[in-house]
C-alpha cells in the first residue's frame, strides 16, 4: 500500500497552545496536501507543498517538507476549541497516475 | 461557486435495491472522483475521473459502477451491495488531477 503514516494518532491540548502533526510517505511524490474533516463531514484542503518546497505558510498553520526523510509536518499555532477535527496528509506520487492518497489522520482535541 | 454538492446525503437501501449517489460541481473542474471512508479510517480512492473519461479504478467490486455524463457531474451507481459496503462517500473535483481537491460533505450510506 502507497498510504503514508501519520502520527500522533491522537493529539490533546489546551487552547492557545500549538499542535504539530507528522506524516510520513512512501516514494517520490508530486505534491503533498493536508487536509482537516470536521467529524463525518466532507474534507477541506488546507494547503499542497510541491515536491520542490520546503515550507509554506497559510495563516496560523505552517507545512513543513523534507524529501530526504520523505516526511511532513503540519504546525498549527495558537489553537483554538474550533481546530477540533481530525486532520489528514495526501500525497501525489510520481507513479502513481495523479492518484491522492490519504494518510492515517491525526485525530486533534482542542480543550477549551 | 466553490462548493461540490452531493446527493443525497443520506441513504439507506437493501441488499437487492439499486441506487445512485450524485455529485455536482461547477468550479470548470476536469478531474472527479470517489472515495469510500469507514468510520476512523482515511478516505480510499475508488474512482478518478479526468476530462470525462475513467482514470483510474481501484479494482472496485462491479457492484459499484461509475459515470461521469459531462464535465459538472459525476454519478455512482449501486446495485446489490453487502452490508460491509456500508460508509461515508464522498465525492471531490479538481482543476486537474495532482492539484487541490475540494469535496463534498458525502453521503453517509446504509446498506441493511
Known amino acids: 500500500s502507497q498510504q503514508g503514516e501519520e502520527d500522533p494518532q491522537a493529539l490533546s491540548i489546551q487552547e492557545g497552545e500549538n499542535a504539530t502533526m507528522n506524516c510520513s510517505y512512501k516514494?517520490?511524490?508530486?505534491?503533498l496536501q493536508w487536509y482537516r474533516q470536521n467529524s463525518g463531514r466532507g474534507l477541506v484542503h488546507l494547503i499542497l507543498?510541491?515536491?520542490?518546497?520546503r515550507e509554506k505558510h497559510s495563516g496560523r498553520l505552517r507545512v513543513t517538507l523534507d524529501t530526504s526523510k520523505k516526511s511532513s509536518s503540519l504546525l498549527i499555532t495558537a489553537s483554538r476549541a474550533a481546530d477540533t477535527a481530525s486532520y489528514f496528509c495526501?500525497?501525489?506520487?510520481?507513479?502513481?497516475?495523479?492518484?491522492?492518497?490519504f494518510g492515517q489522520g491525526t485525530e486533534l482535541s482542542v480543550k477549551p | 461557486d466553490t462548493e461540490v454538492t452531493q446527493t443525497p446525503k443520506h441513504l439507506v437501501m437493501g441488499m437487492t435495491n439499486k441506487k445512485s449517489l450524485k455529485c455536482e460541481q461547477h468550479?470548470?473542474?476536469?478531474?472527479m472522483y470517489w472515495y469510500k471512508q469507514k468510520a476512523k479510517k482515511p478516505p480510499e480512492l475508488m474512482f478518478v475521473?479526468?476530462?470525462?473519461?475513467?482514470?483510474i479504478n481501484e479494482s472496485v467490486p462491479s457492484r459499484f459502477s461509475p459515470e461521469c455524463p459531462n464535465s459538472s457531474l459525476l454519478n455512482l451507481h449501486l446495485h446489490a451491495l453487502q452490508p460491509e459496503d456500508s460508509a461515508l462517500y464522498l465525492c471531490?473535483?479538481?482543476?486537474?488531477?495532482?492539484?487541490?481537491?475540494?469535496f463534498g460533505q458525502g453521503t453517509r450510506l446504509t446498506v441493511v
Open positions: 471531490a473535483s479538481s482543476q486537474r488531477m495532482n492539484t487541490e481537491a475540494f
Open positions: 516514494t517520490s511524490i508530486n505534491n
Open positions: 507543498i510541491r515536491s520542490n518546497e
Open positions: 495526501a500525497t501525489v506520487y510520481y507513479n502513481q497516475g495523479g492518484k491522492l492518497i
Open positions: 468550479m470548470g473542474h476536469r478531474a
Open positions: 475521473y479526468s476530462y470525462e473519461k475513467l482514470s
